[in-house]
């Protein structure tokens, strides 16, 4: 599969995940606000590809001021890494890759200043590394996670954790990805994730590119799923691994988590050590974003409920440590009590 985003002659382009599966349109953005604008609107979305995003958009944003009056002034790049860093990170809340990535990029600004070509040079190629680090983590997880998993087990999984959702390969899909390369038979269910429906929309083109087979089922469909003993595990991906390992992840995985314990099967998180929160003790601190309500009372243009109903539409929810079996990540599986096996993992990932 083609790279959900890449640096290209001076540009980020981007898969328009927004048309997927009916068109596959990329879109080269010259502009850090651009940038910032898809972020907003899902052009790209996934934890680690928004991280991803963030990184290239710094870069992109610091590039513009090339040849500007401003460079000579004293204060002037603080100042205007500053704005640039805050239009990226003003953009979605819940996802801690962008904030994390943010950071990176401000690490490098902080080393190179003085030099304005050159620091464009330094963040670009912390950007691209950052971009292809990914991909590795993801295999990675996968390798990880692929022993959890037998011969002939289906997987339900919900939202959209894979390519699409990262540099390549993906976290959650990643798993399914790397289980059936080790020769496994495996299927997946994906829940289709009202209201944005990435599951519907992203999981299900992605695996059918690849031939994995995929049912897909509505969300309300996953305790029915689970009674007739349809799926021997739930893989998901997350935004924000708290210190105690409570997790956010898109809206429903709670439930699924929820049933998944009630029915006896064991509920695995797949994500790389940048999705964990260390600074954020437990889930009650995570911030949960809240989208329009259009995403609720409409379907591409098509009145779902009437204009004037009240919405309540929380992007994410956050599903407590209790309830998952285990944190999949790059450096290894994580079991309960997750807290100090968190606490061990943290500085290893930095750069
Ligand atoms: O709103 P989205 O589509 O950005 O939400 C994505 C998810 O919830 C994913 O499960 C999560 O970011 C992990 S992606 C590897």
Same mark, same amino acid.
């Given at each position: ?15 328009? +995940? ?138 339900? @999984? ?73 799926? +021997? ?70 009145? @779902? ?47």
């Amino acid at each position: 599969m083609h790279p959900v985003i890449e640096w290209k002659d001076g540009a980020v382009v981007m898969l328009d +995940q927004r048309l997927l599966p009916a068109e596959t349109k990329f879109i080269a953005m010259r502009s850090h606000l651009e940038v910032a604008g898809a972020i907003r609107d899902m052009v790209i979305r996934g934890a680690p590809a928004i991280g991803i995003a963030a990184a290239y958009g710094i870069a992109l944003g610091m590039a513009e001021l090339k040849g500007s009056p401003g460079l000579d002034q004293p204060g002037f790049l603080d100042r205007s890494f500053k704005a640039v860093s805050a239009a990226i990170t003003s953009t979605r809340p819940t996802a801690v890759n962008l904030f994390w990535a943010a950071a990176r990029m401000e690490d490098v600004y902080t080393e190179h200043r003085g030099d304005h070509s050159r620091l464009c040079r330094e963040l670009l190629a912390a950007a691209e590394a950052l971009d292809r680090a990914d991909f590795e983590i993801n295999r990675a997880i996968g390798r990880n996670g692929s022993d959890l998993l037998r011969d002939g087990d289906t997987v339900l @999984t919900h939202c959209n954790a894979g390519a699409l959702a990262t540099a390549g390969y993906g976290t959650a899909l990643g798993v399914v990805r790397a289980a059936v390369e080790s020769g496994k038979k495996i299927r997946v269910i994906a829940g289709e994730t009202r209201p944005y429906l990435q599951g519907a929309r992203l999981t299900v083109w992605e695996l059918q590119e690849d031939g994995i087979p995929v049912t897909l089922v509505t969300d309300s469909m996953a305790g029915l799923v689970m009674n007739k003993g349809m799926a +021997q595990a739930v893989i998901v991906g997350a935004d924000r691994v708290a210190a105690n390992g409570d997790t956010a992840n898109k809206i429903g995985t709670y439930s699924l988590a929820v049933l998944a314990r009630y029915h006896g099967i064991p509920f695995y998180v797949a994500a790389p050590l940048s999705t964990i929160d260390h600074e954020t003790a437990d889930g009650a601190g995570i911030p949960i974003e809240e989208r329009d309500k259009s995403e609720v009372t409409n379907f591409r243009g098509q009145a @779902t409920a009437r204009p004037q109903t009240t919405v309540y539409n929380p992007a994410f929810d956050v599903t407590p440590a209790g309830l998952i079996t285990a944190i999949i990540t790059e450096e290894k599986v994580l079991f309960p009590e997750f807290g100090p096996a968190i606490a061990a993992l943290q500085g290893l990932r930095r750069k």
